[in-house]
């Protein structure tokens, strides 16, 4: 087995223990030949996707789910019925819903090879001694790669070369700022966050130079990991399918026991075999809901239209629905709570601190109550500005940076005071610098401003307060210094979770240039004469997205947990839990390693405790998801990183960033947030919760004539008379209200109060007893109707086919009138307002055109065996549509009230 599979960590071997087992050497890199043998054994460094399902087969299981069940076994009968235009009509809708179920699962399977393409770029490489630029999937374990500001890393390497060399890693790691590189040895149980000795694949270099070893490629890199943990995660139901699944079982089984009663009864009664067989298909024509599987579509994807004007695409159809079961969130910070662009919030010079408003990279806010920028608080801002390699431009309506997050937030904090940096350096220009240095931990410039030389200095406060000997107040004015100030302050900036930077000048420096001995004098800080002057601490933070707050407390007042889960640090992370909402002032927060030493039994308490978790590895998120649905949660998953792809997959519901998320994260995702706002998050749960009232509005309007239908054919057999509608009637009425009437019930707005209401239990069932017994009331409101109406035009000598005609009347009649008591489930029909959802009234009319047309167009008499009826069968017709509604608001009314609803 090769060194690179059987060592998986790097980062506590010295590099010359890692070119030992590489077989490499450091200064001249592997010999063609050797690559071309490793590269035999290893392969191309790129990720191989996992084998996804071949198209005929995903096509093929589009058909194997319930609902399509019924919807095949209902164009079966109406085929075997000759009826090839209904057949042709149910088989197509069918097809229509397959076609959706197979380009979606296509789209789904995209996020491997976004993957792929994500770590593919060039690299500078030595071989034989000599620099060469190669495509990365030519690299292989033990080539010596040179890094360079800009590069994107083309492997994992093991540093063992670093000059202020810096990398934005947020989108494995979820590290909001740059980290710098080096390559000292590390402790083995270093986390990943932390491995400053390593470079990996994807992630982008911003400044300095450096070298280091290719010790992973493709598969076995942490994108690569990644990868797997991705393929590896299973394919969910959600609550939607599940609950479908069970509903159509249940109907399934139903319906067969009924057709086989009604067979078995006619036969009991003397009744030929071939009639009772037609009779109980007809039976299972009208039981069958024909239109359920297309009312699921269409009400899901008007909530799919709904959603995307409010910046929320849906990839997956039931995530619509998901959304609205959602019992907790599991939000990443980076980019999804906070903007991932660090802000100066806080300024503290001449002993004074100021306030910092705005966020973001957009220079608009201001310092303090307007303070005048002079003394202190203008060369700290001047500092910041000069000693700086960022740069802060617009791109339309956008302010971007370019280079270290940091020093972007101080060229923003700078022009918020009126100082701009593209001025201030035709003003001032840079004679020399010293770069930022890990070991050092501070950076230097050197400008003359006004005759004087001047070094400005920003770094670590631990670096640069003890090398100051004066500090400067409000005025400007150098005085002695106040160290435990300064420390206290600095303090309770850190509490707060902002990352403090010190800032310093240095006056009169002799020359253009900072000699070494000028430095060396400055590290000893023998004399008062070559000390620093400290101007003040710059406190930073990656702020909250605006509507964060009002989100997350809007998603605790709709009983959605929401949890914090990051690659950043502990403080940090609960600075921002705190400040939106998510957790209180000393709130417990657990790390990475923390969540290691737990199994999985003992993680399952603690992930329904814990609300804030910190430097978190990507399989780590994975666990927390599943220990959170292992309990009985509806998981939804926040992301916009390569690091949170595995887990957007694995939970219930993955929510990828738009804008700054990764296109793996993106395909990964049942949903994606155009704007990056958590607060769009809150918007989609109440459009999921509105879509699955409108799913069981449909099916509580629905199953009522279904039923009625089954039981007038039940009742006749029983009876033994004439069947009151044929199964050709049946399927007239089942599609056309189906379509013009039971659809118009997905354009329902969302009833007030829908945020205000709990999840809904995992394991609730679709249907209440309520809502099953108001069903069963409707079926038998519509039985003795229809089959009233039925025998008595009989009695008064009319035809076969008008007293069908006038039992096909009743049973649309109320269909609509009972289609405006199913516009709300709990309220009169008057409260919610006739007229808010004008799609009812077009269906209606639509209806009422097609039933006159049944009715009385020669061509449809004969077609379906109808026959005009007179202006008496009419109003018995209304009165009975007027009594169900009126039973229905009665029985409305007392239930709630038995509830408590007013």
């Known amino acids: 087995m090769n060194p690179t599979q059987r060592t998986t ?6 590099v010359e223990e890692v070119a030992a087992l590489l077989k490499t050497a450091l200064d001249a890199g592997l010999s063609d030949d050797e690559a071309a043998a490793l590269r035999t054994l290893h392969g191309e460094n790129r990720i191989t996707p996992k084998p996804g399902k071949g198209p005929l087969l995903r096509f093929a299981l589009q058909f194997s789910q319930p609902l399509v069940v019924v919807l095949v076994i209902a164009g079966m009968v109406t085929a075997f019925l000759g009826e090839w235009v209904d057949s042709g009509v149910i088989f197509g809708v069918t097809l229509i819903n397959a076609l959706i179920g197979f380009i979606q699962e296509g789209r789904a399977e995209n996020a491997l090879a976004a993957l792929a393409r994500s770590v593919t770029s060039e690299a500078t490489v030595l071989r034989s001694g000599a620099k060469r630029r190669l495509p990365s999937p030519a690299l292989v374990p033990g080539d010596v790669v040179l890094l360079a500001a800009g590069d994107k890393v083309p492997a994992d390497l093991r540093l063992f070369r670093a000059k202020e060399l810096q990398a934005i890693e947020s989108a494995l790691t979820g590290e909001s700022t740059a980290v710098s590189k080096h390559g000292a040895v590390l402790p083995e149980d270093t986390l990943l966050a932390d491995r400053g000795n390593m470079a990996y694949a994807g992630t982008v270099m911003i400044s300095g130079q450096g070298a280091g070893v290719v010790v992973a490629t493709g598969n076995t890199t942490q994108t690569g990991r990644i990868s797997r943990l991705i393929a590896e995660a299973p394919d969910l139901s959600t609550p939607l399918t ?20 009604t067979f078995a009864i006619g036969l009991w009664r003397g009744e030929s075999v071939f009639e009772m067989f037609m009779a109980a298909v007809a039976l299972a024509v009208g039981a069958i809901p024909e239109g359920l599987p ?52 806080a300024l503290y010079d001449g002993g004074v601190r100021y306030p910092v408003s705005g966020s973001g990279y957009a220079p608009s806010g201001k310092i303090g109550e307007n303070a005048p920028v002079i003394g202190a608080l203008r060369e700290c801002l001047l500092a ?25 937030a101080l060229l923003v904090a700078a022009r918020k005071g009126g ?26 410039t050197l400008h003359e401003i006004e005759g004087v030389r001047i070094a400005y200095f920003k770094g670590a406060i ?125 709130d417990r927060v657990l790390t990475g390693r923390d969540l290691a030493a737990l199994d999985d039994n003992a993680l399952l308490p603690v992930a329904q405790a814990v609300h804030v978790f910190a430097r978190v590895e990507p399989e780590q998120k994975l666990r927390l998801v599943r220990a959170l649905q ?85 009742t006749a057999i029983v009876a033994g008379v004439t069947l009151p509608i044929t199964a050709l009637q049946i399927l007239w009425i089942n599609m056309t209200t189906a379509v013009f009437l039971g659809l118009m019930l997905a354009f329902e707005p969302i009833e007030p109060g829908v945020m205000r209401r709990a999840p809904r239990a995992p394991r609730t069932p679709i249907l209440s007893q309520a809502l099953i017994g108001r069903i069963v009331l409707v079926s038998v409101l519509l039985l003795a109707g229809s089959f009233g109406l039925f025998l008595l035009a009989q009695a ?80 018995e017709i209304f009165a009975v549509g007027l009594a169900s509604l009126l039973v229905v608001g009665v029985e409305k009314r007392f239930l709630n009230r038995r509830q408590g609803h007013r």
């Open 796 to 875: 008064r000598g009319h035809t076969l086919a008008e007293a069908r005609t006038v039992a096909i009347n009743v049973f649309v009649v109320v269909e609509t009138f009972y289609l405006f008591n199913c516009r709300s489930l709990e309220r009169s029909a008057l409260r919610i307002g006739l007229f808010s959802n004008p799609a009812i009234w077009y269906g209606v009319a639509t209806m009422a055109v097609l039933q006159l047309a049944l009715t009385y167009v020669p061509l449809m008499n004969r077609l379906f065996a109808t026959a005009p009826i007179g202006a008496q069968a009419w109003l």
């Open 9 to 14: 960590e790097w980062h506590h071997r010295p």
């Open 294 to 345: 297309a009312a699921m579509t269409i009400t899901l994807a008007i909530g799919v239209s709904r959603m995307a004007k409010r910046r929320a695409i849906i990839r997956k159809l039931p995530a619509v629905e998901t959304l609205g079961s959602t019992t907790v969130i599991c939000s990443d910070k980076t980019g999804t709570l906070t903007e991932n662009q660090m802000s100066v919030c």
């Open 384 to 408: 910041g500005a000069l000693c700086n390699d960022a740069a802060l431009h617009k791109v339309g309506k956008h302010w971007e940076i370019t280079g270290d997050p940091t020093e972007g």
């Open 462 to 586: 631990e670096q640069l307060l003890p090398r100051s000997t004066s500090m400067l107040d409000a005025a400007g004015e150098a005085q002695p210094i106040d160290r435990r100030q300064i420390e206290k302050v600095a303090g309770e900036m850190a509490g707060e979770g902002l990352r403090v930077l010190a800032v310093a000048r240095l006056m009169a420096v002799s020359g253009d240039v900072l000699e070494r001995e000028q430095l060396e004098q400055l590290e000893e800080n023998a004399n008062i004469d070559c000390g620093l002057q400290f101007i003040g601490l710059v406190g930073m933070l990656d702020p909250p997205r605006p509507k964060a707050i009002a989100a997350v407390k809007t998603c605790h007042t709709a009983g959605i947990v929401v949890k914090m889960i990051t690659g950043d640090h502990a403080v940090t992370a609960l600075s921002i839990a705190t400040r939106v909402g998510i957790a209180k002032v000393g």
């Open 630 to 714: 292992a309990d009985g949660e509806v998981v939804a998953m926040t992301g916009d990183g390569v690091n949170d792809a595995p887990a957007l997959k694995q939970a219930d519901i993955g929510i990828a960033m738009g804008l700054a998320g990764t296109e793996v994260a993106k395909e990964a995702a049942d949903m994606v947030l155009t704007d990056d706002d958590f607060a769009a998050i809150e918007a989609a749960v109440e459009e999921g919760r509105g879509v699955f009232d409108n799913l069981v509005k449909f099916i509580t309007w629905t199953l009522p004539t279904n039923f009625g239908e089954g039981l007038v054919i039940l």
């Open 242 to 261: 599940v609950k479908m699944a069970v509903f159509s079982n249940w109907l399934l089984i139903v319906i067969g026991l009924l057709a086989l009663f």
């Open 419 to 444: 100082l701009d940096e593209n001025t201030l350096l035709r003003l001032f220009p840079r004679r020399d610098e010293i770069p930022f240095d890990s070991t050092r931990q501070y950076m230097g």
